[in-house]
């Protein structure tokens, strides 16, 4: 008796013990070993294929051929393919002309919104608001489920530490444990409870792994780390996505200590599957497997091999695995179990989807005349944009402006729609997004009479700009002399009451194969930036950032800094919410913002060194700091005004000691001593003060938002366990270590109030 025999007898006779999972489990393996009892190795090999049918550049290869392959049964999966029309035309294909008809799945980089865009994920991450983010994906996943798509590659929970690296905006910034919460919120968001459902889809995890800290802050660049920091600070979302239930994996480019991830067996069994007890897909980036060739690993046909044999189930857009395993397997360079693993996670993924049984149920031209940038995604758009934008300054209460008299709106980013949903937004309706002007004209009316002018280019070079406007996100250039456009630029500011100055980075300045060196506002809106300065009229700068950006200068001399990212479909009304206060701003940042380029990588949980900088000081003769700028961040992690005033009494613990396994709850009152009713995140942090390994300074264990209105005194309260006190030790066992600890309770990482306790044997 074959094996596939013997199992079906065996989860039949079991079938009435189960728990439902288990039974709808079984009914899956029954019918996944009677579909692969049929399947030729060249379908096996199929299903591994997930081709791109183009329609948004992430890479420089194009698929060919795609409709013949499919009807060969050599495709599993297509990305980059919308709309009902389209998927059902492919679909139909292997349904009618495949011999099996083994339903395609259609993947899209759906990244921070459809095409309703929200605000970049490094943005939405700002809000430090779990419920809301779930919220977006909810809608990212109806939007784009209506349009044809199951899988989208979603979400990012890469941790990045250094500014220069484009994909930072992709991702939540440089904390593990706020990285850790917004990954779960972002697979429940688009997978929701159950995976059939029309409007849930696979989310895939990525970049796994550790991406973000890739040196030089070079794109796509080698990573080198220790075992301790990959456990304690950048593998914990990758984590918290397998916990919560995450569908599938996608691998990263780099290479882990001289193993290329896609490569990188230990990574993607070891760790991924045995360790974390992952069950479900796991897919190369966009030809990651052909990009091992480059890394040194040999020829494609052992680089797929390598690849497969690693754990990778799926080859996106390179072919190695369709071209290349056949005769890898006559070789004995393969194994025939390790194909049908492979072939198996793609099919349980199509299976759990419901695909098998309705191939085209996101095929419904209906639901994408419903479901699809309506007047509720627009408003929730609006809400996510207005929670995430930053207030950095504020000098004697500039902010909110009055909804009277006449604002001048100068800047390259004043008048540009199609930069305002930012990166990765493959496919947002860029063509209907109002511009910044358009934006705040539409949400103030006749209140406000708005003046605007480019003010300057985006950059001096024309070529560099080309290189920063990509797919579509143009800023038309003025070719007369600076002096000439600056000169009209003031004199348009002539009647105006209050100055906004947009400014900062074009959309594609962060983003994918975005890296810079400088990160700061170019040199040409920095010169323009002091022309309307010197007019004396009130100015505010509305900073477009995909990155944290070294903006001193700024600091010092503009009264008010409200940094938006950028925002999505409805950043211009957004950003007139908050100017005009009927949003109080309540973003924090969930990355900091150096002073200089050569302060990063950059972090507020760093480590001590053995020479410490004493506090207070700057600068001593043989500490660890620079000779000429101080070692703090220009904005910590977690610094974000309102225009209210939070107060924070001490912190009050329930005791001065934790028993192993026991609790301590540490209460705060915050206060709104302010004039406007605001949202605060109480943010609590803990250090350990002595430890079998360097432990860092503070780490950020819990956090909440909550609404506080003015004049009111709220007690947050928050609960410690033993399991918050954990950390991987030199053995990479997860431990609390006995000893004393402190607490810090505050507004941000740095202004905190602190109180100690003792965890106890």
């Known amino acids: 008796m074959n094996k596939s025999k013997f199992r079906l007898i065996i989860c039949a006779l079991a079938l009435p013990f189960l728990s439902q999972a288990q039974q709808n489990d079984a009914k899956m393996n029954r019918f996944l070993d009677d579909l692969m009892s049929k399947m030729t190795l060249q379908e096996k090999i199929g299903q591994l294929n997930l081709v791109t049918a183009g329609e948004a550049v992430t890479g420089s290869v194009v698929s060919t051929g795609v409709e013949q392959k499919i009807a060969e049964g050599k495709i599993g999966g297509i990305f980059s393919l919308s709309t009902p029309e389209k998927t059902r035309r492919a679909q139909e294909i292997a349904m009618k002309q495949s011999r099996l008809k083994i339903p395609i799945i259609f993947g899209m980089d759906v990244i921070h919104g459809y095409r309703t865009a929200f605000p970049i994920p490094l943005g939405l991450a700002a809000s430090w608001d779990l419920d809301l983010i779930q919220q977006t994906a909810r809608i990212a996943a109806k939007e784009a489920t209506a349009d044809g798509i199951h899988w989208a590659f979603s979400p990012m929970v890469d941790i990045s530490r250094d500014a220069r690296w484009g994909r930072i905006s992709e991702g939540s910034g440089e904390d593990p444990y706020l990285g ?150 006559q070789e004995g360079k393969v194994a025939q179990e390790r194909i049908d693993a492979a072939c198996r996670a793609v099919l349980e993924a199509k299976y759990r989807l419901g695909l098998f049984d309705d191939p085209y149920k996101n095929a419904d031209a209906k639901r994408a005349k419903t479901d699809i940038y309506t007047p509720a995604h627009l408003q929730k758009a ?287 009152d915050v206060t709104n001593s302010g004039n406007w009713d605001g949202e605060e995140v109480v943010q609590l942090y803990v250090r350990d003060l002595v430890g079998s390994v360097t432990r860092p300074v503070k780490e950020l264990k819990k956090f909440e938002k909550v609404l506080i209105k003015k004049g009111e005194t709220k007690k947050i309260a928050f609960t410690l366990q033993e399991e918050d006190l954990k950390f991987f030790n030199q053995e990479l066992q997860w431990v609390a270590e006995r000893g004393e600890f402190e607490v810090f309770v505050g507004t941000n990482s740095r202004d905190t109030q602190v109180a100690k306790f003792t965890l106890n044997q």
């Open 180 to 329: 850790s919460l917004i990954a779960a919120a972002m697979v429940r968001g688009l997978q929701s409870d159950d995976l059939r459902a029309k409007d849930a889809m696979l989310a895939c995890v990525k970049h796994f792994a550790l991406y973000g800290a890739a040196e030089s802050g070079r794109d796509y660049n080698t990573t080198d780390m220790s075992l301790h920091r990959m456990y304690n600070e950048y593998f914990p979302p990758y984590k918290a996505a397998v916990d919560a239930g995450v569908a599938s994996i996608m691998v990263s480019f780099n290479d882990i200590n001289g193993v290329p991830a896609s490569a990188n067996k230990w990574l993607l069994t070891d760790v991924l599957r045995q360790d974390w007890g992952f069950k479900g897909l796991v897919v190369s980036d966009y030809t990651g497997v052909n990009e091992l060739v480059e890394h040194g690993l040999g020829d494609l046909q052992e680089v797929s091999k390598l690849s497969l044999n690693a754990g990778m189930d799926m080859d996106m857009v390179g072919e190695g695995f369709l071209t290349t395993l056949e005769k890898s397997l």
């Open 382 to 668: 609006r809400e996510a944009a207005g929670k995430s934008f930053v207030l950095l300054k504020n000098e004697n209460q500039l902010l909110p402006l009055k909804k009277q008299g006449k604002l001048a709106v100068i800047g390259p980013l004043a008048n540009t729609g199609s930069n305002m949903p930012g990166t990765w937004s493959v496919s947002a309706d860029h063509a209907n997004t109002p511009s910044l002007v358009e934006g705040m004209r539409a949400a103030l009316g006749n209140k406000v009479e708005i003046i605007t002018h480019l003010g300057s280019n985006l950059v001096e070079d024309a070529a560099y700009q080309e290189r920063a406007t990509m797919f579509g996100r143009t800023i038309p250039r003025d070719e007369r002399d600076e002096e000439s456009i600056l000169a009209e630029a003031v004199a348009a500011t002539k009647d105006a009451d209050v100055i906004v100055a947009a400014l900062g980075e074009a959309s594609e300045m962060s983003g994918e194969s975005s890296s810079r060196v400088d990160i700061g506002i170019p040199e040409i809106q920095q010169r323009l930036l002091q022309r309307l300065l010197a007019t004396g009229k009130p100015v505010v700068l509305v900073l477009f950032a995909g990155r944290p950006m070294t903006i001193v200068g700024e600091s010092e001399s503009v009264p008010a800094i409200l940094n938006v990212w950028f925002g999505g479909s409805e950043t211009g009304k957004a950003v007139a919410d908050v100017l005009f206060g009927d949003v109080n701003p309540s973003g924090k940042l969930p990355a900091s913002f150096p002073k200089h380029v050569g302060q990063l990588p950059l972090y507020y949980a760093q480590k001590n060194t053995g020479r410490p900088l004493a506090k207070g000081k700057w600068f001593e003769k043989f500490r660890s700091n620079y000779i000429d700028v101080d070692n703090e961040p220009l904005y910590p992690f977690g610094f974000g005004l309102s225009y209210s005033q939070f107060d924070y009494g001490q912190p009050q613990l329930s005791a001065t000691s934790m028993t192993a396994g026991g609790t301590i709850e540490v209460q705060v």
